[in-house]
């Protein structure tokens, strides 16, 4: 049997958390409530009324009754997935103890906020049966309250070093007829946490990358169908910093970020979908760099790299330190080398139509051709690539499109910003290819 | 007891693919038959008949009819070892049950090709307890025909998150009374499909690196005595990036690569054995520049680096965005930091021998020097540099000696090449060294 | 129960070898005797009397007995903790009876060493059941010779693969009953014999970065509270090189390295303690430049960045290729994103200080500013950063700190330098905070 995702969303792009309890407001649940009432590419995948590290230890058990009201007053209508994170430490029984508190409190039915919560997020987790001890917490009060059993999900932050190990056991544990891990859903990297445990040290106090952390929360995700997500990028005014991590995360597959603010959340709510226009990349100096798109020319007018027509067919061109005579034929084979085309959805859709119908006609491989008239200093040039497509290729390059199709069926409440963006046509064909 | 490697090949440089059956030809084997022909530097040490992505899945039975003509016709004289590559799938019984005849049909002993096969590749392998039900099958087929238990090799493509995991287990697992998985031979990356199973995004659909993934694939072949090889590289008109990416897998312990023609073939037989002459590196603005050679001088004529001579033993250096002034010896310094030597295969026989007599008289660390004369902008500049080497550095510099002895030894066929580009000198006291 | 470190050391910054028995010296152990006596910044916090790769073959039955000769003479006086390497090997019986009869001479009360020996250092290990033997031979010794079990630490040098999987059992295997394992100290990466075991091929023969492998061991300390340790970084006259190596190790939690002189030793000492004075770097073409300080103001002086006031309140901005015109604030915002701040000894214990008055007074997050003046091209930026603190931020600030302290309090003899260094004022703060 193949892993199924258990979950109603198979892809997270957002998870955003609220302060449960601010002292001195004359509502210490105003955060709370005006989080609840976002929607559409502000509002996240899934919110999290945060009643961990962004509420202060002395307000936490007012911020469990401000999560117990707001969600009962306004979670119905909330269009994302509400995963309220309560206290836990791998080290610390009393703080499991006060998880296990807040839980009965949380999840009691009488508040009327569990039938709209979807589960909760533990902190701090260690090794496998320090997850397991969450997971025993979680199926009593389910017990207690007449509940599913496995009904309410579990997210775990991964912050030390201990957790990231229990990553590689996940896919054995969750089978076990001892636990229900089988409710695991989010897996959550926290940076900050992460680096006091590993004690690690930068000059500038920054953190580190951390890539091995999230190769293998990625893959910890992949193989036990779990979602893998990444922890808060601090530096709020930087969205430029925040669009190059979520990129590098979407190179490992790990498709959904923390969100600090409803900024954030729309910027992360809208980085792992396909752009709206296409677009060419030329390498310079190491550096891949943006075309400007003319009359459907593509024109770079940096002054890094140069070219000139030298004669009849002959071209001098300059890049990266080195000058070299081509013909017509190499100067295109050469910028062909040097430039990479970003597809829009549209294009994605166009070329996965394209290998159905050739794979409806019998063929397991077809050649995608992209072409494009490049400017440089003046000079036109033709450039033209062929992609091989197989079913590999086709199955990977999915990927975006699953997501799209995942977030608009469970998002409603952005429909309409998507078809502003993407045109009402290509979210259609969108919504019916693969 | 060491791990002892139980096949022929210590080393593999080379996995070629072909299809096995091709659709609209009259000879629907045409491929497989040309590729069995291959000599030389053109045929890979492990060639690979396809009967999975690269044929349709409705020409593979077909395909297995294939396999077995092919390789009773011209099996006796592939100069490499030949495993075909037949269908499974960690979350497909049906196609796993397709795999068990397909072996059946391809290894009866009575169609004449089994006695030419190596082993078979099973892709899309899951977790170790999947690996163990292709281990299974070969062995009842082993039993069935006569064959001795475990003497046909499985090798295996890591093309999920799960298959990665199970890296990890092999040691342990292989030495288990209840499986045959000593019978392991490559682990084999296949990053198209691993791409999609981590569901990771490129912006232009490109592969992510997987650096983790060829680590711990090589890891896992280095605890439990296997062989790591990389998966396709797809721009076959892009050889330089397909050297770029062999010189990093080497630096990881991955010494073998998919090829998908025999130019590849023949670009990654050579790829991982040291170069026919020596050649100084100097680093300009980051980049390492390869030095052209000029009456046994060693001569930089970019125009990233400055040098000229100021005064009586006094020099200018501009490098780098720096500008100093130095004395001869400062300057010959500072030149040796931004040099660097890439040994022939001479070189190393060289350092070897020299290390071995050193070891006969009783010393246990030697300084190796190795001196040359650069010129940048007409200025002659010595340098010279002593390395220690002690046993730890004797082993660890023997890889390609190992390498190449292996490769000769196994491919009398690549002798005439191999001599043409060393000499028969150097061919000879490689092959006595170490 | 959180785990708990066992021995005197949290931190380790140096582990320094020294051959045991050098041939055709008067005093074959020269070279431990002078190492016996090093003081202050140049005495290593684990000084390793290196029976094994450092010393000859032949001269190891001698160095053993020097390693209890000079021990009994120097150890009592000697500053930091002292660990002997003896040899070991996974794939050898002989030599893994050799360690045994070395620990037997080595650990005789009768000689005088033990007493001042705090554990030993067991190169060459296998997976943990190989761990084990070792630890088993131990604990007879100890056992043997009345010494309490588990009195004496355990090092092991990581330089294979299966002893790299190991890294990922240790939590698990130390809390058995059947070792004692808890005897475990630190954990140290060895790339030489890792490269040859790993088969590694680099162009120049240079060693790979082995990134996973630091990880992974910086993280197998952490989930098990051990201390990572960075193999030897060969180039001895490459100073900038090994701090490089250290600051990217630091990243990594891996905050000690193998030191091979006095010299390494001092540099190794110094480089995870925070700066005497803060600095500010500015990003040029993708790397960061230290700005001169002068009277107050930090300037710029390259030529990359070019910064001009072209009218009131209005600028142009020249920076990667970029030219931008701002007015003064947006000049402000762009040089805030382009620069960075590493903070000194002082500067943390500020920080630190602050915070935990904030807290005192009931606040659970405050704004820390950074200002500063810079200077390019002679115009003048004021640039002013807000960073959150909250408890996270706070812990992950202390490690430097938490650092410090313990060299202070276990290496008296660094006192003098360190106070000297930053100023008695400053010493005594950091030794408060936290």
């Known amino acids: 049997m193949s892993i199924e995702r258990r979950h109603d969303r198979e892809?997270?792009?957002?998870?955003?958390?609220?302060?449960?309890?601010?002292?001195?407001?004359?509502?210490?649940?105003?955060?709370?409530?005006?989080?609840?009432?976002?929607?559409?590419?502000?509002?996240?995948?899934?919110?999290?009324p945060d009643n961990e590290d962004a509420t202060a230890p002395s307000m936490r058990d007012e911020g469990a009754e401000n999560i117990v009201d707001v969600i009962a007053e306004h979670g119905a209508d909330f269009p994302g997935e509400i995963h309220p994170r309560i206290v836990w430490h791998r080290d610390s029984p009393a703080t499991r103890y006060r998880c296990f508190e807040h839980l009965l409190e949380i999840a009691d039915p009488e508040r009327g906020a569990i039938e709209r919560i979807d589960g909760f997020v533990i902190p701090e987790v260690g090794d496998i049966d320090d997850w397991k001890k969450a997971d025993e917490f979680i199926t009593i009060?389910?017990?207690?309250?007449?509940?599913?059993?496995?009904?309410?999900?579990?997210?775990?932050?991964?912050?030390?070093?201990?957790?990231?190990?229990?990553?590689?056991?996940?896919?054995?544990?969750?089978?076990?007829?001892?636990?229900?891990?089988?409710?695991?859903?989010?897996?959550?990297?926290?940076?900050?946490?992460?680096?006091?445990d590993m004690r690690a040290i930068t000059p500038t106090g920054g953190l580190p990358p951390w890539d091995e952390l999230r190769h293998n929360t990625s893959r910890g995700a992949s193989a036990a169908g779990l979602i893998a997500i990444d922890g808060p990028y601090d530096d709020?005014?930087?969205?430029?910093?925040?669009?190059?991590?979520?990129?590098?995360?979407?190179?490992?597959?790990?498709?959904?970020?923390?969100?600090?603010?409803?900024?954030?959340?729309?910027?992360?709510?809208?980085?792992?979908?396909?752009?709206?226009?296409?677009?060419?990349?030329?390498?310079?100096?190491?550096?891949?760099?943006?075309?400007?798109?003319?009359?459907?020319?593509?024109?770079?007018?940096?002054g890094d790299v140069t070219l000139e027509e030298t004669g009849d067919d002959?071209?001098?061109?300059?890049?990266?330190?080195?000058?070299?005579?081509?013909?017509?034929?190499?100067?295109?084979?050469?910028?062909?080398?040097?430039?990479s085309y970003i597809p829009s959805l549209n294009d994605i859709v166009d070329s996965m139509e394209e290998f159905e119908a050739a794979k409806e006609a019998g063929k397991g491989a077809i050649a995608m051709e992209r072409s494009a008239t490049l400017v440089i200093d003046g000079v036109e040039v033709e450039i033209s690539n062929d992609r091989m497509w197989d079913e590999a290729t086709y199955q990977a390059a999915q990927t975006p499109i699953t997501l799209f199709q995942d977030v608009y069926e469970n998002r409603p409440d952005q429909h309409e910003e998507l078809e502003e963006l993407y045109g009402d046509d290509v979210v259609d064909r969108a919504m019916v290819v693969g």
């Open 11 to 48: 892809f997270v792009r957002t998870f955003f958390t609220s302060p449960t309890a601010v002292k001195g407001e004359d509502d210490s649940a105003k955060m709370l409530r005006r989080a609840a009432q976002l929607r559409g590419m502000q509002a996240p995948d899934v919110w999290v």
């Open 314 to 339: 002959q071209y001098r061109l300059r890049a990266g330190g080195d000058e070299r005579d081509l013909d017509g034929d190499e100067l295109a084979e050469e910028l062909l080398d040097l430039t």
């Open 141 to 196: 009060v389910e017990n207690e309250y007449g509940l599913e059993e496995g009904s309410l999900a579990m997210s775990v932050i991964v912050e030390s070093g201990e957790a990231e190990l229990a990553l590689a056991d996940l896919r054995e544990e969750m089978g076990k007829p001892s636990n229900n891990l089988e409710r695991l859903f989010l897996l959550v990297d926290g940076e900050v946490d992460y680096t006091k």
């Open 236 to 302: 709020i005014r930087d969205v430029e910093g925040y669009h190059e991590r979520m990129t590098d995360n979407q190179a490992k597959g790990m498709l959904g970020i923390w969100s600090l603010t409803p900024g954030q959340v729309a910027e992360a709510n809208r980085s792992p979908l396909p752009p709206e226009t296409g677009s060419w990349l030329l390498e310079v100096n190491g550096r891949e760099v943006d075309l400007s798109e003319e009359d459907g020319r593509y024109v770079y007018d940096g």
